[in-house]
């Protein structure tokens, strides 16, 4: 079989790579993979998948996801994260192939406003109605809609706190917990936010569950694929600390102390409900997944 993987050259894509590597892979990316692809350019796009190509599976994982830079530049931010989406889509039904596609917790809005009742903080399920805060999370709801739209034979696969071996290229290399642990080297003591509540997850387990996915012909449509549990930043950066013994002062924080034009979720953590119906969760704990990629890193020892 083979599969294209759009997104080859970032920190899930690098792990995709190796979740599928005993089928033909083909990897594309705007540079620096086998194939240059741009999801901005939905001509030479096109032509590629269907006059070169011709996958039996995509996988997307590429994306502008630097959230001020969408803010900033929506235009862009739905040419590639929606627009170019639905190109791929378009595509992808035309030679029947099947597209996997990687969004975003972040579709979501804010838990209390929408349920009305105070402290009601259950992750939320793929049955629930999306309400994005920002361009980003806009950009990327549309790319699901038209997706959907375009190409009957799809999975959306929404996840949340991505952190993994390759650099996370949108965020000038460094995933969080790399930041963390940079941070620790130059300072005394670090503040992070205890009012961002979230799952972190490592793009390892996430690409072997796309990976599930794709072997399972009965899965469609909308799935979270998170680890289990749920934190805030604040918490994540104590577990980094703890894992590696790393001797810091970790202050709390709250949005506040960090002014920013972008509004993001306050909880948006997510339940892997269909996954879970399906027989098909593999993803393990966030806490566990966490020490294995430390352990990776050779940051435990
Ligand atoms: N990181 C997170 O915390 C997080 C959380 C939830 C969901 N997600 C979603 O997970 C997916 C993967 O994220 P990641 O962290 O692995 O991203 P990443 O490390 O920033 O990699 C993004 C990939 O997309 C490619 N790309 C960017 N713009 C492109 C374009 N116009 N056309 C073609 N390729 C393009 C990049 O390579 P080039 O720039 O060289 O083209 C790179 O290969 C994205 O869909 C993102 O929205 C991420």
Redesign the pocket.
């Known amino acids: 079989m083979r599969v294209l993987i759009?997104?080859?050259?970032?920190?899930?894509?690098h792990d995709l790579q190796l979740a599928f590597s005993d089928l033909e892979v083909v990897t594309?990316?705007?540079?620096?993979?086998q194939i240059q692809?741009?999801?901005?350019q939905p001509d030479a796009l096109r032509r590629s998948i269907l006059d070169s190509i011709r996958p039996e599976l995509v996988v997307?994982?590429?994306?502008?996801?630097n959230v001020p830079d969408c803010e900033a530049r929506p235009a862009e931010a739905y040419a590639?994260?929606a627009t170019?989406v639905a190109t791929l889509g378009e595509a992808c039904a035309e030679i029947d192939a099947r597209l996997i596609h990687?969004?975003?917790?972040?579709v979501f809005g804010e838990r209390n406003a929408r349920s009305g009742r105070e402290g009601d903080l259950t992750p939320w399920r793929e049955d629930e109605l999306p309400a994005p805060l920002n361009v980003y999370a806009s950009s990327?709801l549309a790319g699901e809609q038209l997706l959907a739209a375009a190409c009957p034979d799809h999975v959306i696969v929404?996840?949340?706190?991505?952190?993994?071996l390759?650099?996370?290229?949108?965020?000038g290399g460094k995933?969080f917990v790399q930041l963390m642990l940079h941070l620790a080297r130059e300072r005394d003591e670090v503040k992070v936010v205890t009012d961002e509540i979230l799952t972190p997850?490592h793009?390892y387990a996430l690409a072997h569950q796309i990976r599930r996915l794709a072997e399972s012909s009965e899965a469609n449509g909308v799935y979270h694929a998170t680890s289990q549990g749920q934190c805030s930043w604040n918490e994540f950066a104590a577990a980094i600390f703890e894992e590696t013994r790393t001797d810091i002062r970790l202050l709390p924080a709250t949005n506040v102390d960090f002014p920013s034009p972008v509004r993001r979720p306050s909880f948006s953590a997510l339940d892997n409900s269909r996954l879970r119906q399906q027989g098909l969760d593999e993803m393990p704990d966030w806490r566990v997944s966490l020490r294995t990629y430390l352990d990776e890193l050779g940051a435990t020892r």
């Open positions: 759009l997104g080859a050259t970032g920190q899930l894509g594309a990316a705007r540079m620096g993979a692809l741009d999801l901005a997307n994982a590429a994306a502008f996801h590639i994260n170019g990687v969004s975003t917790d972040y990327k929404r996840s949340s706190g991505l952190y993994g390759a650099p996370c290229l949108a965020k995933n997850t793009t």
